[in-house]
């Protein structure tokens, strides 16, 4: 079935254009000539996309707008205007517009404009079909990614779930190492019993013992009663040790012997205690070269390791920055009772364009704040903490003295000059993170003069 198109303009000569020209690109078209008979022909049926002109008797194009984007928030709207002023296309923009044109526009221009609109909306549709698929497979818990990297890690853990054996988990501070131990659990036949994680980066060395193995009273100053451990708790679940590389040698020992025997002794204590429990191990640090310094102890590393994944870092799978980008932004949103369309595309490229030194975890504080600040339906790049808009954003943000599209492409260019620079120069790697074509990245680099002649 074709898209359906509304055109409103009081002109009968440019209601008529209009409607041949849609109709020709296989569109179906239906033209009226005020706001207040759109609307009801909006409340009636469903149009996947609303052509208004701005200057119109009685309700006009803005008021439209806003009207639509009020009670059909979901539905995008163009907007044609024979004032070529940035003030009435930015104010467009921020309501909720898609794009506009001005009039005179060549039909070709028209075509294009409504062509990348119903592209955009149709990898949106695609993009929340992959999501839903990706969520719905299997009980992943907030675990977002499209890139083939991610499929890997999770095809990975998916297929070890069933097993018993220990996994070892590597990866930066971020990365969500957490989230892979949980999907594991999750997918197993300990579902049903705990989950229970313990960061061994968090505790004092002399309360770590006694969190991973309990105390028996009177074992230490303050220890007024016994204690179970981290172990008795994940009996028949998963025990998730988190910065397994900060553990001292002599609790090392401790965790090398549940693994050969699954059993221990609390702090302080005499009594032999056995437990059920699955390892799921996780660092940031490098375990084989601390094996070489002496730090980490060899045999518990290959116990620990009968099963390594690596998680990679949010830089080197940026295909995921969107996707996820989109989750947060939905979870936060829900969270504040916020009504939020989306993220604008420009506020895309940045984020693609940025190291994500803090990988997934920064990506979520950056989504975050952009929902507390945000006083549209849109995140725009004025949400965005200054290191995200590049040198001279605030400027990009408030120069009234360009038009919009001299704006939009002084900051695309910096983008790509900032990308370029990030990828030593390569082209492949620049349009891959951006999400654009390599053809397209070159026409855009002749474009600003970027190009070696």
């Known amino acids: 079935m074709s898209e359906k198109i509304l055109i409103v303009d009081d002109e009968p ?16 078209a239906a033209a009226v000539s005020a706001g207040e008979e759109a609307m009801g022909l909006l409340e009636a049926e469903d149009w996947q996309l609303v052509i208004a002109d701005i200057d119109m008797p009685g309700m006009d194009g803005i008021e439209l707008l806003k009207r639509i984007r009020s009670e059909r928030a979901d539905t995008p709207v163009i907007m044609i205007t024979a004032y070529a002023t940035v003030e009435t296309a930015v104010e467009a923009m921020k309501l909720g517009a898609l794009d506009y044109i001005t009039k005179p526009f060549q039909v070709d221009e028209l075509k294009i404009v409504v062509g990348k609109v119903f592209e955009r909306q149709r990898l949106i549709s695609e993009k929340r079909i992959l ?3 990706i969520r719905n497979r299997y009980d992943t818990r907030g675990i977002v990614g499209v890139s083939r990297r991610m499929k890997d890690v999770m095809d990975l853990a998916l297929s070890v779930a069933p097993s018993r054996a220990s996994v070892l988990l590597e990866g930066e501070s971020g990365t969500g ?34 969190e991973l193995f309990g105390h028996e009273r009177g074992a230490f100053s303050g220890a007024i009663a016994t204690r179970k451990g981290r172990f008795e708790l994940a009996d028949r679940g ?27 002794e609390r702090v302080g204590g005499t009594r032999v205690l056995k437990s059920d429990a699955r390892i799921i191990a996780a660092t940031n640090r490098d375990l084989k070269a601390m094996v070489r310094e002496g730090k980490f102890r060899e045999d518990l590393f290959y116990r620990l390791n009968v099963v390594h994944i690596r998680i990679p870092p949010l830089r080197d799978r940026m295909e995921d920055v969107e996707p996820l980008a989109d989750f947060f932004l939905d979870k936060y949103a829900s969270q504040m009772n916020k009504k939020l369309r989306g993220i604008a595309r420009e506020v895309v490229v940045a984020l693609r364009a940025y190291e994500w030194e803090g990988n997934v975890r920064e ?61 030593r120069g390569s082209q492949t790697k620049t349009a891959g993170e951006l999400g ?16 070696d002649r």
């Open 363 to 423: 990506l979520e504080n950056v989504i975050e704040r952009a929902v507390v600040l945000c006083k549209s339906d849109t995140v725009t790049l004025r949400d965005l903490p200054e290191e995200l808009r590049g040198e001279g954003g605030e400027e990009y943000l408030s120069d009234g003295d360009r038009t919009l599209t001299e704006i939009v492409e002084s900051f695309e260019r910096q983008i790509l000059v900032r990308a370029l620079e990030k990828n």
């Open 238 to 264: 998963t025990l998730f040790i988190d910065e397994v590389g900060e553990l001292n040698l002599t609790a090392q020992v401790k965790l090398l012997r549940f693994l050969q025997e699954h059993e221990f």
């Open 177 to 210: 190492k957490e989230l892979v131990a949980r999907a594991i659990h999750d997918n197993s036949e300990r579902c049903d019993r705990p989950f229970v994680v313990v960061n061994c980066g968090a505790l004092a060395e002399g309360v770590l013992e006694s």
């Open 13 to 28: 000569g440019m209601r008529s254009l209009l409607t041949r020209v849609m109709e020709k690109e296989g569109y179906s």
């Open 131 to 133: 999501l839903d698929e």
């Open 436 to 451: 654009i074509k390599r053809t397209t990245l070159r026409y855009k680099m002749d474009k600003y003069g970027m190009l």
